[in-house]
């Protein structure tokens, strides 16, 4: 999702605060597990968001990203050389073997949760679950080193080693963010960078860590809408993300079940 313009200086949570941010967090865990399991053949993204909007307005939540900038939709749904920022459609119909990612926001008392996935449908193609295996591993090791007194660029540096060992490439364009009360706050949470560089990880910075990855090249453009990143060179792209507190006692996934 395109940042909009926040405060600079990063802004650290109170214990309460991130229980809140928590709830939010949790309605979109709930949401897209349910959305991975109901993307099909056939569907359209359409669809998708429609039930993305229903559910978390039947949560409590309300949709973050709808409206947000002028995004006309609750949920961001990406297919094949898709990056981020796809928007939902009445003729866009997924198909045997898309791979689709799909990135959701919500609104819960005034604090924002992130979190996006990318699965397959049907049976796609041993590259595409290569691809997705990869950068979910390089999510979890970005969060592995999300931790107090570490520096933000071990998770950057986690992230790519990874991936590009993996012969696959982040997307440098687009990072990810610091988040709380606004959807996109300081720091960014580059997916490439060098260990021990970037600010000091401290208790109560909560960070949104979201890997995108390319089979080919790292480089995207952007479709006419305005919104739809695709892979330059269309090859295929994946995207997870999770938001993260650091704590004195590790990392705290808070957009998970």
Same mark, same amino acid.
């Given at each position: 999702m395109k940042q909009g313009r926040a405060a600079k200086f990063i802004v650290l949570k109170a214990p309460w605060e991130i229980e809140k941010m928590r709830v939010a967090n949790r309605i979109v865990a709930e949401v897209l597990q349910l959305l991975s399991a109901t993307v099909r053949a056939g569907i359209t993204t359409e669809e998708l968001d429609r039930i993305a909007t229903e559910e978390i307005l039947r949560r409590g939540g309300?949709?973050?990203f709808k409206g947000y900038h002028g995004f006309p939709a609750a949920l961001c749904i990406s297919l094949n050389n898709e990056v981020v920022h796809g928007i939902p459609s009445a003729h866009r119909t997924v198909c045997e073997g898309d791979l689709v990612s799909m990135d959701l926001g919500a609104v819960h008392d005034g604090y924002y949760g992130d979190s996006a996935? *990318?699965?397959l449908v049907g049976n796609g193609s041993e590259l595409a @679950?290569? %691809?997705l295996e990869t950068t979910r591993t390089a999510l979890e090791k970005g969060i592995d080193k999300a931790r107090a007194r570490g520096r933000l660029q071990d998770i950057s540096w986690a992230i790519q080693s990874h991936v590009e060992a993996s012969g696959f490439n982040v997307v440098r364009r687009f990072v990810g963010h610091g988040i709380g009360r606004s959807l996109h706050e300081p #720091?960014?949470?580059p997916n490439y960078g060098l260990p021990g560089q970037g600010?000091? %990880?401290k208790p109560g910075m909560v960070l949104a860590i979201? #890997?995108?990855v390319n089979a080919g090249a790292p480089d995207i453009r952007v479709l006419e809408d305005g919104?739809?990143?695709v892979t330059k060179d269309d090859s %295929? *792209? @994946?995207h997870f993300e999770h938001s993260v507190a650091i704590t004195e006692r590790g990392p705290d996934v808070l957009s998970t079940l």
């Open positions: 309300t949709p973050a996935v *990318s699965v @679950a290569r %691809l #720091p960014e949470v600010p000091q %990880l979201e #890997p995108m919104w739809t990143a %295929l *792209s @994946a």
